[in-house]
């Protein structure tokens, strides 16, 4: 088997920042191809090794555009095999003035357009691929959110929402992907570290059992182990990293 066939691949949606960025450092450190999904074009600057051959650009907010990525995709896996696919793409848009966007305040628009990034692609992209996971007998993880189970004061409803679909479509997809060979489980981060913190999330950290916030290699290092033979026999579950936040 040559070094190239042997190589395990990640496909990872949302990877320029935070969590996404912390998740590219730790497969790429392991020997990992990585292959990033962004809605924005290949950086010229981009310190990956790989660069432009392992970018795909994508409007995950568009079914079409995102069904057009998954034959890209296809043709970027040489050996038909996809190791791990990690859907960690989020948004969740603000008010005016930064404010969070409740049930009453959220634009029929928003909620469609966060419902396409967080969730739907999801469900495009696995099943897009499922071929390739079954060939390599991958694992999938969904990147859901505390918010997903509790109000939050800064994560909009749409967010939310969309967030807590995702946790429940992880337990449909473990039970209908794994007589496949398919593992499917979610993580569900707290307040983690990252430049886009919502002011006053610092404030958060002094109700958090460990009085802190967390970093995005600490997520990293969750999705590393369940994309991996460590976790063989785990799926259908959802891993909350968050500090003890939900106690």
């Not at 990872?12 to 960025?21: E, K, N, P, V």
């Not at 999705?223 to 909350?240: M, N």
């Amino acid at each position: 088997m040559s070094e190239s066939s042997a190589r395990k691949t990640l496909l990872l949606t949302g990877a320029s920042r935070g969590i996404g960025h912390a998740t590219v450092k730790r497969f790429s450190s392991a020997g990992w191809r990585v292959i990033a999904c962004s809605r924005h074009p290949f950086p010229e600057d981009c310190p990956w090794e790989a660069g432009e051959q392992d970018h795909v650009q994508v409007d995950l907010s568009s079914p079409d555009d995102t069904m057009r990525a998954v034959e890209e995709i296809r043709r970027r896996l040489p050996h038909g095999k996809l190791d791990a696919l990690v859907n960690n793409a989020g948004i969740s848009p603000k008010g005016p003035n930064g404010e969070r966007l409740n049930t009453l305040t959220t634009s029929l628009r928003d909620w469609g357009r966060v419902f396409h990034v967080n969730f739907f692609s999801s469900v495009v992209l696995a099943r897009g691929l499922f071929v390739e996971l079954q060939a390599a007998q991958g694992a999938i993880v969904n990147v859901t959110s505390i918010a997903g189970a509790r109000v939050h004061p800064f994560a909009g409803a749409a967010y939310a929402t969309s967030k807590a679909a995702l946790a429940a479509l992880t337990r449909e997809m473990a039970a209908d992907f794994g007589p496949h060979g398919i593992r499917v489980n979610a993580i569900a981060p707290g307040e983690i570290e990252t430049a886009i913190l919502s002011p006053g999330t610092e404030k958060l950290a002094e109700s958090i059992p460990l009085r802190r916030l967390g970093k995005p290699e600490e997520v990293a290092r969750t999705i590393y182990y369940l994309c991996t033979a460590e976790s063989s026999y785990v799926t259908g579950v959802e891993i909350e990293i968050n500090g003890g936040q939900h106690v």
